[in-house]
């Protein structure tokens, strides 16, 4: 079954403490981006990558770091969480060109 | 600013008549305009894509028409069903590589039987 992957669904922190959000795609997907979602602000891009090594910064990339070492994989890092990253996070993938995402199940986190 | 606007935040239907969702747009130009649908705890899922050069796009019971002189998106759902109760978000596509869409704050439907 195609399908973007993300873990994990649920996460509660504390300030400070270095957290990882993987995300894996089974499409051989080209495009995968990370997406935040608050209430009243909808979707916005963290980062994004276009192949393995090419990462860029989206809308918001502040506090948040990527890496795309395999096609595959697209993990979310956030190495000092502050409460205002208290979000549910997305991550999507895509072919190149056809511009149609597909998003994982969400990942909500919760920062103390 | 650029802005994206989804006429409101919710909104009720009787089953079986269409429901008519609106997305307006200011200081962007895209390429493309989508449309997915989100269910509570689930991540968006897509349903539509039109050009700019497209006025009208269908499929099945759904239709999205693209006016770029108004800046704005109609997305309609015929002989609406209870099944389709969700959060509809709209999305705009520069097409400038980055892959970036850019999204409404949603339209939250609900159809009663």
């Known amino acids: 079954e195609a399908q973007v992957t993300q873990n994990p669904r649920y996460l509660i922190t504390v300030t400070g403490k270095k957290l990882t959000v993987t995300c894996s795609q089974n499409m051989n997907h080209e495009y995968m981006s990370w997406y935040r979602q608050d209430p009243g602000l909808g979707l916005r891009q963290i980062y994004y990558s276009m192949n393995v090594e090419v990462t860029d910064k989206g809308d918001v990339p502040e506090g948040y770091k990527v890496s795309r070492k395999e096609k595959r994989n697209f993990p979310l890092i956030l190495e000092s969480p502050s409460p205002n990253q208290t979000s549910l996070y997305f991550c999507?993938?895509?072919?190149?060109?056809?511009?149609?995402?597909?998003f994982g199940e969400g990942s909500r986190l919760t920062v103390l | 600013s650029q802005k994206i606007e989804q006429n409101s935040e919710a909104l009720n239907i009787q089953e079986g008549k269409t429901a008519t969702l609106t997305c307006n747009y200011t200081?962007?130009?895209?390429?493309?305009l989508q449309w997915y649908r989100q269910d509570p705890g689930r991540g968006p899922v897509f349903l539509l894509l039109i050009r700019e050069n497209e006025k009208e796009k269908r499929k099945e019971r759904l239709k999205v028409t693209f006016d770029t002189t108004l800046k704005q998106s109609l997305f309609h759902i015929t002989a609406s069903q209870p099944a389709d109760s969700a959060t509809y978000l709209c999305?705009?596509?520069?097409?400038?590589?980055?892959?970036?869409?850019?999204f409404g704050t949603g339209t939250r439907l609900t159809v009663i039987p």
């Open positions: 200081n962007y130009s895209p390429a493309y």
């Open positions: 999305a705009l596509d520069l097409k400038t590589g980055a892959n970036n869409l850019f």
């Open positions: 999507a993938s895509t072919f190149r060109g056809t511009g149609e995402l597909f």
